[in-house]
């Protein structure tokens, strides 16, 4: 199928291009929302401005895929995202009340996720001033010593109630859900049961991406997928069972002969032992391409890999294209960084990181090309599924 897509002529000036499948996002959506079954509610986690695909984008794809429930880490993100969504959707606050926020947040009617006394008792100071109740969601930490309230201030929340708080969800965090098999699940788990049965009656919400795919005890009545929804593989060491839903291409500046013994990119970190062709792309580390991808990494042309070559500039990474037939690499030629051949985690393996990392990483410079539908044959080896 031919792609439609909302693209204008500065495309052909970037120095890379980054393809974001939005119907690919919500098929994603639903296949997460099916594993859960229909008595559980699947969020979409949209922070980190949708994990750097753009939230005002995102977040509308994963509302048509049926998506009403919504997280973000800060109160900036959520005032923006409300701008965006239907008035039906919630939109909840992961890391919280800032200083001063509680007038901001109230009046957009999102939900905080308190995590302390302090925010707890800063919501029900609002809520008293506006004279009507305020939702909000609480956070108790089940061992991961991040975010949440422990089992002590719980008791005091418990025990001695604020006023004007309508709690509607109790929630914590899985540190090692990529792990299904590590002990710290099930202590997670039960932790989490202990203190989410001082709030009886109240709904739960403990698994993220990979937490879903434990098994179904840990899916309560919300889960909360990110990386997920993104085609980050939650089950790490096996086959994705998501959707790939980017691709990354960059444009090749040029191309050049050099001669045995020539010294490649900054530091003369690598010379030739032979005669070699090197093809330079426009995309670099400030692009996010992490200056460690220099080491092993490789981008590809037409289903050849080509190696890198010495160090990833700020701007500019050099490849060995010597392999392929003379001219069929020149300039203005588009090479695949992700894509059928390379996937998110892929590359950053190479890169020595988390596919979370390198795709929160990726840079503003690309011109971005959103489609509601594409031509999936680039999606390779990446595009099985397995559930």
């Known amino acids: 199928m031919l792609a439609r897509v909302d693209v204008n002529d500065s495309a052909q000036h970037a120095g890379a291009v980054l393809t974001i499948d939005l119907a690919g ?20 986690v949209v922070k980190a401005d949708a994990y750097g695909l753009g939230a005002d984008r995102v977040a509308p794809a994963l509302y048509q895929a049926g998506c009403r429930s919504f997280f973000v880490a800060h109160l900036d993100e959520g005032l923006d995202l409300r701008r965006h969504l239907p008035r039906d959707v919630t939109i909840h606050v992961l890391n919280g009340l800032p200083l001063g926020g509680e007038g901001d947040c109230a009046a957009a009617g999102l939900v905080p996720v308190l995590n302390s006394l302090d925010q707890a008792q800063a919501w029900s100071q609002q809520a008293l001033e506006r004279g009507r109740k305020l939702v909000a969601v609480v956070q108790v930490d ?12 719980i008791a005091q929340f418990v025990d001695a109630p604020l006023p004007g708080i309508d709690v509607t969800l109790v929630m914590s965090h899985l540190a090692c859900a990529d792990e299904a098999l590590h002990p710290a699940n099930a202590y997670q788990h039960a932790a989490f049961a202990a203190l989410a049965a001082r709030f009886p009656g109240i709904r739960r919400s403990l698994a993220n991406s990979s937490g879903i795919f434990i098994d179904g005890s840990y899916h309560h009545d919300l889960v909360r997928p990110g990386a997920a929804l993104y085609g980050i593989n939650p ?14 291409t960059a444009q090749v500046v040029q ?9 490649v990119g ?6 030739t032992a032979r005669p070699t062709r090197l093809a330079t792309l426009s995309i670099g580390y400030a692009d996010g391409l992490q200056r460690a991808f220099g080491a092993s990494g490789a981008v590809y042309f ?31 030629s588009q090479v695949e960084i992700i894509g059928g051949h390379q996937t998110i985690d892929d590359l950053a393996s190479a890169a020595g990181t988390i596919g979370y990392e390198m795709l929160t990483s990726l840079g503003r410079r690309y011109e971005r090309i ?12 990446a595009g099985k599924i397995a559930l």
């Open 142 to 153: 089940s061992g991961m010593s991040r975010l949440g309230m422990s089992s002590r201030e």
């Open 25 to 44: 996002i919500g098929r994603n959506y639903r296949l997460l929302a099916s594993k859960v079954g229909p008595n559980v509610t699947c969020a979409g």
């Open 370 to 381: 959103y489609a509601e539908e594409i031509d999936t044959r680039w999606r390779g080896r």
């Open 266 to 271: 900054y530091g003369w970190t690598l010379q």
């Open 235 to 248: 089950l790490p060491g096996q086959v994705n069972p998501m959707l790939p839903v980017i691709r990354l």
């Open 255 to 263: 191309v050049r002969d050099v001669e045995a013994g020539a010294h």
């Open 302 to 332: 037409r289903g050849k890999r080509l190696p890198l070559a010495g160090r990833v500039s700020m701007d500019s990474l050099i490849v060995d294209c010597s392999e392929l037939p003379e001219g069929a690499l020149a300039r203005g």
